[in-house]
C-alpha cells in the first residue's frame, strides 16, 4: 500500500534559479516518512523514551526533474523490503504523473548504545 503525502513548494524551498533546492527533497521524503509512520500508529516520542529511534543508515536518489516555487508535488511512499531490524521504502516525489525525484531509503531501529534494535511491531506487519 502506498501512503501519499502533499506539499506545496515555497520560496524558501528554491535556489537562486527558482527550482527546488536538490537537498530539500529529502526533507521532503522525511516529513512523508513520518506522516507514514504516525499514521501506522506508531509513536516515535514514545520509542524514543523507550531508547529506540529511528536512523536512515543509506539513501539512493535519483534527481530526475526540477519542481519549482508555488507547485504541488505528493511523496509516495511504499515498503520495497522488509526484515525485522532493517526497512527499505521506496520514495517518489511527484508533480501529477511527472516523477521529478526518486530514492530507496534504508532505515533502521537502534538502541541507546547505538546498537540494531527490532522494528516496531506495526512497521513489521506492514
Known sequence: MTHQFPLRVYYEDTDLAGIVYYANYLKFIERARSEWVRGLGVD????????????VRRVEADYIAPAH???ELVVDT???????ARLVVRQVVRRADQVLFDALVTIVAIGAA?????????????
Open 44 to 55: 516515535q516520542v514514545a520509542m524514543k523514551v523507550d531508547g529506540i529511534v529511528f536512523a
Open 69 to 71: 516555487y508555488d507547485d
Open 114 to 126: 547505538g546498537k540494531p534494535a527490532r522494528l516496531p511491531a506495526a512497521i513489521r506487519r506492514n
Open 78 to 84: 511504499s515498503v520495497d523490503k522488509l526484515t525485522g
